[in-house]
DNA sequence: GGACAAACGGAGTCACCACTCCGTATCGTC
DNA sequence: GACGATACGGAGTGGTGACTCCGTTTGTCC
């Protein structure tokens, strides 16, 4: 039995509601707010996702969902080194203004959680395959694993969006990434 | 008229309380808790610290002077080089396990707090010493400036202390800062 | 278009937390 | 050791936020 059209509907807004609201106030932000940003009353949101953590969870699988679409759609570029790069810089730059997305990807690194693992597993196997590539054309060390390139990957998304400067934001990003890179 | 004894014994029992406790359960964690570590009543922790905000502004104050220690202790180091990044992988290993350390740092780069405002300064003038003589010795690129390498460890911070196990940890920290260095 | 199930809204509940207030204890001074 | 000043403890207050409950509305199916 599918779902009333209606109750389809105010879960996708709650859904993106919830997303912009986080994005914007931070993880703290309170489930009436994201209610009224969604056009819906609170028990509405509460019906859809049982729990805050619920929500947060349903909030980072999507936004894994669109990173490991992204990563997919790179696995065949003609150059894996700048695929690979490609990838991270706009992976962060995505999450520029975007605190929430930092926390709730550390989040992810934590529970284990129903919604977001299999999503989770999607994710590092299409990076697994960028960085795979990446390596075999030389443009990364050999010795990276998958892990510690989520480890940039969150590193440089805390710390890179503080930076108002453009050039100088790309400029330290570039240098961050440049770690990975064989000397 | 310098403070009654007993106020200043309970003065830094508090904050020693708080940096324990606002490192094991973040920035969250209730002044009651704190106050129960610290052996005193609530009463106590506010009449020394008037909001939440100012006892975080203290714990941070009090972490960036041993920063600024660390920095101006290693100023004249044979090695400039090893200096800076010794420097740098003890601030991050310092913060383990200390998520709030993070959290704290990135409060300071935002509030023009009155508490925080000076030892940020004679933070920041230590490590640039350190920086420049790093890069006269060659160590580090010419093209980075002091707010990047605050940038790293902040990044560093957040993303490294994730990572279990200890030789895999390091391996990261050291690749991560690689960034900083010429090629 | 009527009937029934599914979903909605939002006032209400409960727990928690920052912060206050004041009777009591401790310190420092003579 | 006595006395005034200073600081302490912790019950109390106001406000906020997650979550519930139920009378009302809306979608769907014949």
Redesign the pocket.
């Known amino acids: 039995m599918s779902?009333?059209?209606?109750?389809a509907r105010?879960r996708a807004k709650v859904l993106d509601a919830a997303q912009q609201v986080f994005t914007a106030d931070g993880l703290g932000a309170?489930?009436?707010q994201i209610a009224r940003r969604a056009?819906?009353?609170?028990?509405?949101v509460?019906?859809?996702f049982?729990?805050?953590e619920a929500l947060l969870s349903a909030v980072l699988a999507a936004r894994l969902e669109t990173l490991a679409d992204d990563a997919e759609r790179l696995a065949d570029a003609a150059d894996p080194g700048a695929a690979l790069f490609d990838f991270l810089t706009r992976t962060v730059e995505a999450s520029s203004l975007k605190i929430a997305y930092a926390d709730a990807l550390e989040r992810a690194g934590v529970g284990t959680d129903q919604v977001v693992a299999p999503v989770r597993e999607r994710v590092t196997k299409a990076v697994g395959t960028l960085l795979d590539r990446a390596q075999r054309a030389g443009a990364v060390r050999d010795d990276v694993a998958v892990g510690q390139v989520f480890a940039f990957i969150h590193g440089a998304s805390r710390a890179v969006p503080r930076i108002a400067d453009d050039a100088l934001r790309s400029a330290t990003l570039r240098m961050m990434f440049d770690g990975l890179r064989p000397r």
């Open positions: 779902p009333r059209a209606d109750a105010n309170s489930t009436e056009g819906v009353g609170v028990g509405t509460f019906r859809h049982p729990t805050k």
